[in-house]
């Protein structure tokens, strides 16, 4: 959480599901139940909104 | 983002507006409908495209375009123009939207993407604070709060994900559960065909060997579908289009079997004792709570690991202590338990007779396909429906209600016409098939195995597949409410602290213990305060009104400052101020003008002493301050700029209307002398209506300010500090001869001596006067910060006269 300074452009704080977010793809990321790669689609899925349970459930069976 | 120049036009009950607040603190006063939120509102419509106010709970009905306009106005005519500064650019920008197209945002394009953070931040609604939202964070249950605060932080997309990730975990809970159910089936139907009760390998390649033995096969060690029938050939009919009637036979005899006297008992008693024990639980609402504490309890014995953790609430508790007391409950719930178990077993028997039926039953539907038996097929699909349903029900936990009664089982466990739908198909298939010899029924039943294998094969890789997949589901919820927790923890706690911060400040030695609570609970936000050492209660149980709004400031402000930082620097504080004291309020004021530098504060009040302190403690300079009054539905409010009476009164004089400069000259130093008495606490002749004259005033101020700059001398001398002692003799001289000279010319602001139409006052007489008034104001307030001098005051002892910078400071102590 913060401001995030890069370069000489402000980006907006992040919001608290987006640090919840970053903090669980880390920890699954030390899952080894969770390969890099499933936990790569789950962050991409994460930075477009709010994810979709259909999506994530095609995920998971994969 | 500052506020620089605000104009407002045809919007919520202001025809025309135009305020310059060049990026400082503003304040505009006024009474209860005199247009001061419309202003806060056109503040917020600008940044969002929406009024907060027009949302929410009662406000169905409410519509932006056609209630945002002023009346007789259209969306068209209402538009909010602002000239605003923006981080990251050094010139000022303007922005525009209309009512007609409230989700565009008017803009230099070259700015869009600096001005997306601060709209973005906006729309989660952190820049303003009204009087409704102050209740909703402090008195409101934990729900409302939880409501109001998960918007303020954008808690809310966290709640949403939360049930999206707990969906997604129990639909793949069922994708398992029910690829476990079909194994089960599968299963039983094996097990049936080949007359065992439970699934064993070993009996079953038994059964296996003894059939290819028979069509001189070797025996096969290993069970797999695709070895059954490994090296015999036997030349047959192919079994879709064929039926073996002894196979048949048994099958039929099955389902016979159901209908025998003794196993309708058997069945209907073990309903009948799920039945009674499940409406003794149900009746009693405690033994209710039992089982499910019960249940509760045998689960957190399971799931507890090495570090004694609980698992349900994650406290720690000494090794070994947590499974001892889980035990001693299960202990204490003893009865509870017979019953459970019992339940369990009773359910865990019948699973198996349904499963058993469904086997055999699938087996005869294939018959009557074949035999083109099309009325006998739709009963016994009918059948197999209510089975498989009867089956979930027990599967999914949820045992026999009164649907299930023994009759509506009895039913359900055979169709009335049982006995000659089962010899139509027999007879149908003796008609038509001959009996079979010993090598075909061999080859028959590898046949129905084989393809059941195939099934029980499928089924594994199903199941253990599902069951990957439901735990990567677990360990995605489990792991998100893990990080969500510890992330809202830590952001609490850093709220709460600053909160607690704040509030002391406000309330000084009489909360010097004070402290709170801030945290997650459930779906909402929990907020507790200390009452004086005497432990933690809802903040309305025991602290004043009053209390509970500086409260709520306090955790708007914690919040707030959190996470707007860096981009709206902008706060609304939307007349905030109800039932907090005076004392209170210049202590909030000093919070503002101390704790919040760079912020600008927008802030709008009914209340006059509020107003004047707000400028008294330098939260609000005299040039920003303007007050609203006879509010017109044609005109909106009339506007009176309180800001800098000099400049109006110039304006005045440069009129020649000099009774009109001397009405302001004397409204705006009854205004004035007030705050200076306020801030010195300086002795007036009390008046009961409040009414309180400038003569009252400017004797009060002037005889306060001798009197401490006479004991500040006296400190001096006590401190032999002669260099400061000259200063306050110099001090005095000056202020000596102001005093005199306003003595002299008061008597000009008299409001008699302009009534009087003999008076013949010109503007040379006049402008003195304006311009010794000016001085005397100049003496009461620093030159450098702008407050006004106020008395330090230490429990009884008056310690010092001071401005907010420390420019202007007399030491009042003697040694």
Same mark, same amino acid.
């Given at each position: ?17 987006e ?7 880390s920890?699954?990321?030390?899952n ?11 962050e991409?899925?994460?930075k ?7 999506d ?7 | ?11 919520r ?20 409908g #005199? ?7 056109a ?21 932006l ?13 209402a ?17 525009k939207? #209309? ?10 394009e070259?700015i ?6 601060v ?22 249950d #934990?729900g409302?709060r939880?409501k109001?605060i ?34 089960n ?5 094996i ?13 079953? /390649? ?7 033995n ?16 490994? %090296? ?7 079994s ?47 033994s ?5 504490h019960?249940?509760l309890?045998?689960?957190?014995l ?18 070994g ?6 035990e001693?409950?299960?202990?204490l719930?003893?009865g ?18 349904v499963?058993h039926?469904?086997?055999t ?13 099309t ?11 209510d ?5 979930s029900t ?10 299930f ?5 009895e ?7 049982l006995?000659?739908?089962?010899d ?5 298939a ?20 084989? %393809?059941?294998?195939?099934n ?18 677990? +360990?995605?919820?489990?792991?998100f ?28 030695i009489? %909360? ?5 609570? /801030? ?16 432990g933690?209660?809802?903040?309305n ?12 400031i306090? /955790? ?11 981009f709206?620097?902008? +706060?609304?504080?939307?007349d ?9 309020r ?24 509020w ?5 008294s ?12 009054s ?15 009476i000099?400049?109006?009164i ?5 009129g020649?209307?000099?009774p ?6 004397r ?18 002749r009390?008046?009961?209506n ?12 002037m005889? %306060?300010?001798?009197?401490?700059l006479?004991?500040?001398k006296?400190a ?11 200063? /306050?003799?110099?001090?005095e ?5 102001v ?21 013949d006052?010109?503007?040379?007489d006049f ?9 005397l104001?100049?003496i ?34 003697d040694?």
């Open positions: 959480m913060g401001v995030n300074i890069i370069g000489k452009s402000l980006k907006v704080p992040k919001t608290v599901l640090d919840v977010w970053l903090d669980t793809l920890k699954l990321r030390d080894p139940n969770f390969n890099s790669e499933l936990v790569e689609k789950i991409s899925m994460t477009v909104g709010l994810i979709n349970s259909d994530i459930i095609v995920l998971l069976k994969d | 983002m500052k506020l620089l120049e605000l104009e407002i036009h045809n919007f009950g202001i025809r025309n507006l135009s305020i310059k607040p060049d990026g400082e603190n503003f304040l505009i006063y006024g009474p209860n #005199s247009g001061k939120s419309a202003v806060v509102d503040i917020d419509f600008l940044l969002t495209g929406q009024i907060s106010r027009m949302k929410g709970r009662g406000t169905k009905d409410v519509n375009k056609k209630h945002g306009p002023h009346v007789d106005y259209s969306a068209k005519d538009l909010i123009k602002a000239t605003i500064k923006i981080h990251g650019l050094e010139e000022s920008v303007e922005i939207r #209309s009512l007609d197209s409230p989700t565009k945002l008017v803009c230099k070259s869009r993407d600096k001005i997306q953070p709209l973005e931040l906006a729309s989660r609604g952190q820049h303003v604070l009204t009087r409704r939202e102050i209740l909703n964070y402090v008195t409101a #934990s409302t939880g109001q998960q918007t303020l932080l954008k808690i809310t997309d966290v709640e949403k994900t939360r049930n999206i990730l707990v969906k997604v975990k129990n639909m793949l809970k069922n994708n398992y559960q029910g690829a476990k159910s079909s194994l089936t599968i299963s039983a139907t097990n049936s065909n080949i007359g065992i009760q439970n699934f064993d390998e070993g009996k079953i /390649l038994e059964f296996v060997n003894i059939n290819r028979l069509l001189n096969g070797t025996p096969i060690k290993e069970l797999k579908s695709n070895k059954l029938k490994d %090296e015999i050939k036997y030349q047959t009919i192919p879709n289009i064929r039926i073996n009637i002894q196979l048949l036979k048994n099958d039929l005899d099955k389902l016979q079997n159901i209908k025998t006297n003794k196993n309708s008992k058997k069945i209907g008693n073990i309903i009948r004792e799920l039945y009674e024990i499940t409406l003794k639980i149900n009746s009693h609402h405690k209710d709570d039992a089982y499910a019960l249940k309890t045998r689960l957190g399971d799931l507890l690991d090495a570090d004694g953790k609980c698992p349900l609430c994650d406290t720690s508790w000494q090794t202590n947590l499974k001892e007391h889980l001693n409950k299960i202990e719930l003893k509870a338990a017979e019953n459970l178990d019992r339940i369990t077993e009773l359910s865990e028997n019948l699973v198996l007779k499963n039926l469904i086997g039953l699938n087996e005869i539907i294939k018959s009557t396909e074949i035999l083109g038996l009325e006998e097929q739709g009963i016994l699909e009918v059948w197999l429906q089975l498989n349903m009867f089956l027990l599967e999914e936990d949820k045992y026999p209600d009164l649907e009664e023994s009759k509506v089982v039913i359900l466990f055979a169709p009335v016409s006995e000659v739908v089962l139509n198909i027999y007879s149908s003796c008609e038509n098939f001959k009996e079979p010899s010993e090598e075909q029924t061999a080859w028959d039943n590898l046949t129905r195995l084989e %393809e059941n294998l195939k029980y094969e499928k089924s594994i890789i199903d199941c253990k597949k599902s069951f990957e997949s439901y735990e990567k589901g677990e +360990i995605l919820l489990s792991t409410l893990e990080s969500k927790n510890l992330i809202l923890n830590n952001l609490f706690a850093e709220i709460k602290d600053r909160f607690v911060e704040l509030y002391k400040e406000i309330h000084g009489d %909360e010097t213990e004070f402290d709170a609570l /801030l945290i997650s609970e459930g779906v909402g936000v929990d907020f507790k305060v200390d009452f004086h050492g005497r933690v209660n809802s903040p149980a025991l602290h004043s009104e009053g209390h509970q709004d500086t409260m709520g306090c /955790l708007y402000l914690a919040l707030a400052e959190r996470l707007i930082q860096g709206i620097d902008l +706060i609304i504080l939307d905030v101020m109800m039932s907090v004291d005076a004392p209170h210049r202590e909030i004021c000093k919070l503002l003008a101390n704790f919040f530098k760079g912020r600008q504060f927008f802030i709008t009040t009914h209340d006059q002493t107003a004047r302190q707000l400028q403690e330098g939260v609000i300079q005299s040039r920003n301050r303007i007050e609203f006879n509010w017109t539905i044609e005109d909106g409010p009339s506007l009176n700029i309180l800001g800098d000099w400049d109006v110039d304006v005045d004089l440069g020649n209307d000099i009109a400069a001397a009405a302001k000259l409204r705006g130093s009854e205004e004035y002398f007030s705050q200076v008495c306020a801030s010195l606490h300086a002795p007036v009390f008046k009961f409040g009414q309180y004259e400038l003569g009252d005033l400017l004797n009060g101020a005889s %306060e300010y001798r009197s401490q006479k004991h500040a006296s001096a001398r006590s401190w032999e500090n002669f260099e400061e002692l000259e200063r /306050l003799k110099r001090i001289e000056h202020s000596k001869g005093f005199e000279r306003i003595n002299l010319e008061r008597w000009a602001v008299n409001p008699a001596v302009h009534f009087n139409e003999n008076n006052f010109t503007l040379q402008k003195p006067v304006v311009n010794t008034f000016r001085e104001f100049s009461f307030q620093c030159s450098k910060c702008g407050t006004f001098l106020h008395l330090v005051i230490n429990g009884p002892k008056v310690e010092a006269v001071k401005c907010d910078c420390g420019k202007v400071t007399w030491n009042l102590k040694k």
